[in-house]
């Protein structure tokens, strides 16, 4: 039995990059609560996967699929308009779609993350999915929110490097020389850092409608990385581990509920402590 301020019993979310890894997590948290959630993501087969697993859970009628690239208005006003054509309100927002860079020691490909070689094309691109995506799709559907003054919930993923910077020591490569050294490039660090931002703008200016928005911002998740970058990133965290993948859906779940009715422009950060070290 779901408490009652944690039901989303007759509410439909829209998760942005449903079909990755911790996507595919924040569905599950909300189907647990009694949502219909509907996935969107730029790969068909993805999606597909995604969907299928989750109905096997919940059930065919709890999870529905559309493709969408959130870099791109017309395809997310084509998914607004075909949803509110089926009778579907959407009641919460994730922004949870981004590029999200994966950085090994070692990694020969260097042009692509250092700083002093980081194309304006890659930057261009990153921003557009996770930043100005998130914009967009708040823009589209937290406007639908606010028009018929239900209200709703946008929450934006972000990061724990919103509130500090890549630790660039986990993925050094001591046989490397510095300027040869693979790093998190600026992009990841800008986008969750503005997601912040957008965050505190959006929980002001549709609050009169009903419409509350905050950030959560996760830690590093085990996903099967290399013993040495999860020793070392493992002794940075006070719990002295990464998240497993399912640890982010208690929260989830409230902070798209009426469990956080009163909670409104927050960023709320799990990284077992990792931030106050």
């Not at 959630?37 to 969907?51: E, G, M």
């Not at 919940?58 to 959130?70: S, Y």
């Not at 085990?222 to 993948?245: C, E, I, K, W, Y």
Request: aromatic residues 6%.
């Amino acid at each position: 039995m779901v408490p009652d301020k944690y039901n989303l019993i007759g509410k439909t979310a829209l998760i942005t990059g449903a079909a990755g890894l911790l996507g595919r997590e924040h569905a599950a948290a909300l189907l647990e609560s009694g949502a219909t959630v509907v996935l969107t993501d730029i790969s068909k087969t993805a999606l597909n996967a995604a969907c299928l697993e989750l109905s096997k859970n919940f059930g065919q009628d709890k999870v529905l699929t559309v493709l969408m690239d959130v870099s791109k208005l017309t395809e997310i006003r084509s998914c607004a308009k075909s949803l509110c054509s089926a009778g579907v309100r959407i009641d919460v927002l994730v922004n949870n779609a981004a590029v999200d860079p994966k950085v090994m020691s070692g990694d020969s490909s260097i042009e692509n993350s250092r700083l002093e070689t980081f194309s304006l094309k890659q930057w261009d691109q990153e921003l557009a999915v996770g930043l100005t995506g998130a914009f967009l799709c708040s823009q589209v559907f937290g406007t639908l929110m606010a028009k018929d003054e239900l209200g709703g919930v946008i929450l934006n993923v972000a990061s724990d490097l919103s509130v500090f910077s890549p630790d660039q020591r986990l993925y050094r490569n001591e046989d490397l020389p510095d300027d040869l050294q693979s790093v998190k490039p600026v992009t990841y660090s800008v986008i969750k850092t503005g997601l912040i931002g957008l965050t505190r703008y959006l929980a002001t200016y549709w609050a009169d409608k009903g419409v509350r928005c905050n950030a959560l911002s996760p830690g590093g998740v085990f996903n099967g990385q290399s013993d040495d970058f999860t020793h070392r990133l493992s002794s940075l965290v006070p719990l002295g581990r990464m998240a497993d993948r399912d640890e982010y859906r208690s929260a989830m779940q409230f902070l798209c509920s009426d469990a956080s009715a009163y909670m409104n422009g927050q960023n709320l950060v799990i990284d077992g402590g990792r931030s106050i070290w």
